[in-house]
DNA sequence: CGGACCGGTTTTATATTGCAACCAGATATT
DNA sequence: AATATCTGGTTGCAATATAAAACCGGTCCG
């Protein structure tokens, strides 16, 4: 294609986000990190896609500073790829993805997973938004105010 | 490109909800639709993207449930793109991402823009994830629970 | 020390992106 | 009423990104 554009410099910071990390391998390889993949075949094998394209996603994602390399916690001459306290602040999104999907993008019946909380074992409760008061925020209920540039 | 792989069938929700909604332009087209765009020449305006690729991105939408078209309110012959339900539960998705934005992608002092709660005009507070009981959940604190399809 | 595994790189074919030009119907202008 | 302009696209084209597969040097394992 001609060159993707970049939203590196738009002033949103969605569309920063999107940026960094809105690509689906991009996401899928937070998520494996999260459930505790650290090693470049691990990714390969659990993911399935081609090793070049596994490549260029690490290799981004450890430029944007959402993971790190660290020598091989086996000991061994590898390395593995870990996140980041910016990669560990994904976590939000992550559940946002999740519930959207749970519900809206499978049949009745499909086969799935859900996330649950880990001591009970019961479905979490939806993602809530509130303000610095406390009350609960609804698509409505919020508003984008404009921060100048400092200088 | 060799034809992107598909994540419609795949089991992970999160890897749907990507596959739906993890593009950068279609979460930017999401995100003008809240802020009250409507019409093709708006959003291609706003978003300075090719007419061609805001075509096929508005049709996947639409496809995908997300939008939908209705007769234009100004009483034209052309119509609007406004936000289903799924569409308008996009929103805990798209507060993840601008926090995240916020927290990560702005140097100290850049111009950017944040989320505030329209009657007091204050800063919200970071989305929250809590257990079926309360309980405030952390990354660590949750899990993923199969569930096998029906039948 | 020989073979398998690890973490890539290098082709190659094919999709996708984005720009620019074009176009028909609706709307606005004179 | 005729013409100009806006709207919502479509169509070509060039550049780039993706994916599959083959290849490859260093590790590790017995």
């Not at 938004?129 to 609960?136: N, Q, V």
């Amino acid at each position: 294609m001609a060159k993707r554009t970049s939203l590196k410099d738009n002033a949103c910071p969605i569309a920063r986000s999107m940026e960094s990390i809105g690509d689906c391998w991009s996401m899928l390889i937070i998520r494996d990190a999260m459930m505790g993949l650290r090693r470049f075949s691990e990714f390969q094998k659990h993911l399935g896609l081609a090793k070049n394209i596994l490549t260029t996603r690490l290799r981004a994602l450890v430029a944007d500073g959402i993971l790190t390399t660290e020598p091989a916690s086996d000991g061994s001459a590898y390395q593995d790829y870990v996140l980041t306290p910016k990669g560990r602040a994904v976590f939000p999104i992550m559940v946002a993805l999740r519930q959207w999907g749970e519900d809206f993008a499978f049949a009745p019946g499909e086969a799935t997973n859900i996330m649950v909380d880990r001591k009970a074992g019961k479905r979490v409760r939806p993602l809530e938004l509130h303000a610095a008061d406390g009350r609960l925020l609804g698509v409505g209920d919020t508003a984008i105010k404009p921060v100048a540039s400092a200088g």
